[in-house]
């Protein structure tokens, strides 16, 4: 009679956690209409972002969703039910993507492929082209001090974190870099408007308490500068990445 008991146990407590998961689903389900929002549409907008590969905009939402959705009252609602939880909803690149919780990175460490390891100048390039973009060639290596390995932006590129934006209107057309989509999907920045600040970085260890006077970080932006042509698409490569003004 032991093991009929035993099972009699365990059906009762797999019946009290369905009961916790369904008082919670009707929980989130109330709050959500007392918010004005379609609990129907909810699970859609759900489904479609667990299913996808790729971060997910609004407007790709709305294209798979009822006419009327409320999107942007479904990503809110979202984002704030998933607060808490092992995944949470993040806005990357203008995009939205289910994530695994930052602190709880470290349980996947062991799941996730060994990367190649950027070289130093590399780092330092990356670095420099996020927060001064749109920048040159020369102005990388003015602000880093050293001659720059055309390898090293190649690399950046390769990866495709760095990209081609268009040339200045100096002499020699420099060409002028930015970063990617990939590079904000990578480390989970709206835009390069939200690339940590002078605050951040000291918080991090990155800077020391009192940095030289007249220190201040730059703020970059995706917008094209005032001296600045947009890159044309189909403009032969080999052209925008060799010439005096690139080298320059």
């Not at 990155?206 to 940095?211: G, I, K, S, T, Y």
């Not at 917008?223 to 403009?235: F, H, Q, R, T, V």
Request: proline letters at 6%; one cysteine or more.
């Amino acid at each position: 009679m032991r093991h009929v008991a035993r099972l009699i146990e365990r059906i009762e407590d797999e019946m009290s956690t369905d009961n916790t998961s369904g008082d919670e689903g009707r929980e989130n389900a109330q709050a959500a209409a007392a918010q004005g929002i379609n609990a129907e549409h909810l699970r859609m907008a759900e489904a479609l972002l667990f299913a996808a590969e790729e971060p997910l905009d609004e407007k790709a939402l709305a294209t798979s969703m009822p006419e009327g959705a409320d999107v942007a009252g479904l990503l809110s609602e979202l984002q704030a039910q998933y607060e808490k939880r092992g995944v949470t909803l993040l806005c990357v690149a203008g995009k939205w993507q289910f994530r695994t919780a930052p602190d709880l990175a470290f349980l996947l460490r062991k799941e996730k492929p060994e990367q190649k390891r950027l070289s130093r100048a590399a780092l330092e390039t990356l670095a420099i082209v996020a927060y001064h973009q749109p920048v040159t060639r020369a102005e990388i290596e003015d602000i880093r001090g050293v001659a720059l390995s055309k390898g090293t932006i190649d690399a950046l590129m390769e990866i495709g974190w760095v990209k081609i934006r268009g040339r200045k209107r100096t002499p020699g057309r420099p060409v002028t870099y930015g970063t990617t989509e990939a590079f904000l999907v990578q480390f989970g920045l709206e835009s390069v408007s939200h690339l940590p600040g002078v605050d951040e970085l000291k918080a991090s260890g990155f800077l020391e308490a009192l940095p030289p006077s007249g220190f201040d970080v730059p703020s970059p932006s995706d917008a094209l500068g005032p001296d600045e042509d947009p890159y044309i698409e189909g403009e032969e490569v080999e052209d925008l990445a060799t010439g005096d003004g690139d080298l320059g």
